[in-house]
């Protein structure tokens, strides 16, 4: 099982598939993704599809659950997936306002950054944050992301273009924030 804290992973189901859409359709969430417009359950069944082929081969998409009670709260994943040079790149979303800030996210990248570098054996997993997500740029701080760049105006978003961060961890990175063994389930 791939889990840390009040949350787990499990494959996304094509159960999930309206839950998804009521989340991506919510401004509230998909404003910090790189959507555009609503979506529609045929459009996330295309996309539902395509991404269980790849699943595995160029990317892993997880539905994170709550521990408690196996409620869906988000999604979250590797794309990417770089498997010859060890990178893939990270995404992640918590679905309902009232699931964000009770440390869900934290958990979440946790045991997803537990399975990239203990069990994918990655060297580095990077992610994009816009300029207007200062919540999830100081979340991958304290988890331990270090800042590698901007691409400057890469994004219009909210009426004007942004800029994108990008950030990055190195295993050996999250290798010195492991207390006691190193890779072990369930560690921070």
Known sequence: MIAHGTVYLRPADRTDIPLFVSWMNDWGTSRTLSMVAPISEPMEEAWFDQVNAGQG???YHFTACLVADDRPIGTVGLFDLDLRNGNAGLGISIGRAEDRGKGYGTDML???????FAQLRLERI???VYDTNDGARRLYERIGFVHEGVSRHAVFREGAFRDVRVMSMLVEEWR???PGQAGAPGSP
């Open 110 to 116: 946790k045991a997803l950054l537990w399975f990239g």
């Open 176 to 178: 010195a924030l492991q």
């Open 126 to 128: 990077w992610l994009d």
């Open 57 to 59: 081969k160029d990317g």
